[in-house]
């Protein structure tokens, strides 16, 4: 079966309830690509309202998730309060939380292991510096951030992953990937998969592309073997998100 095309939002730190919800309501009047799953990421505080307001086929995600079942954790919410709110998804290691917060390969992993043993399915980012690039070190990151999740979960759980790759120096600068630069990185994510876990999970995992994903670009880079669909931020929040999920038609 062919993988699902995949197109998450992620609204980052931006909105309040009326503009999250004239967000929600234009996407479920919209005509969306109905072989296309669409995943949106609202802040914490707007998760409830996001899922009572969008069509049930839009899925919701947390845009974080702790690692620990509840206790003293000021400020942190759990994967068993996700699936009360009835969140079904969270985006694990974006590069802000990363790079801002100093958030480990290894704390990342972890949390992409509660998360899915508690339910929650992952959107998992990785992706080089500009300075990573530029010494050629790509691929020698990707592959150090994806190992670290693989010493955490099961071959089977990789089911509930997609990995968005998401080159750090094209996050919200207008810098896009080039096709061939985004597919290359893609391909050797999937042949890490066939590697280190499984045929079936290079088969059948997503590996999906984030960093200044526009209406303009988005139907090149969807041309691309192993590019299962976008990560998009700015764009999320504009009327463009539409064009964005319907790339392929
Ligand atoms: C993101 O935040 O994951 C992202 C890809 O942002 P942008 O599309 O704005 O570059």
Redesign the pocket.
């Known amino acids: 079966m062919p993988r699902q095309f995949f197109v998450g939002g992620?609204f980052?730190m931006n909105g309040v309830s009326e503009s999250i919800a004239s967000i929600v309501k234009n996407l479920n009047a919209a005509k969306l690509d109905s072989t296309t799953e669409v995943v949106i990421s609202p802040p914490a505080i707007y998760l409830a309202l996001t899922r009572e307001l969008a069509n049930p086929n839009i899925g919701v995600a947390a845009q974080n998730v702790y690692d620990k079942p509840n206790g003293a954790f000021t400020g942190e919410i759990s994967v068993e309060q996700l699936r009360d709110a009835k969140i079904n998804w969270a985006v694990i290691g974006?590069s802000?939380r990363r790079v801002i917060l100093k958030e480990s390969d290894e704390f990342i992993a972890r949390k992409t292991k509660a998360a899915v043993e508690g339910g929650v399915s992952v959107i998992l980012?990785i992706g080089e510096t500009l300075e990573e690039r530029e010494a050629n070190k790509t691929i020698e990151v990707v592959t150090r951030q994806l190992n670290a999740v693989a010493k955490e979960l099961s071959k089977e759980q990789w089911e509930k992953v997609v990995i968005?790759y998401?080159p750090v120096w094209?996050?919200?600068?207008g810098k896009v990937a080039t096709t061939e630069q985004a597919q290359e990185v893609h391909a050797a994510i999937r042949k890490w998969l066939s590697e280190t876990i499984s045929a079936e999970a290079a088969d059948n995992v997503r590996i999906i592309y984030?960093?200044?994903?526009s209406e303009k670009n988005c139907r090149e880079l969807a041309t691309q073997p192993d590019v299962d669909g976008f990560?998009?931020?700015?764009?999320?929040l504009k009327p463009a998100f539409v064009d964005i999920i319907n790339a392929r038609i």
């Open positions: 992620n980052k974006h802000e980012c968005a998401e094209a996050i919200g600068t984030g960093g200044s994903v990560l998009v931020g700015g764009a999320s």
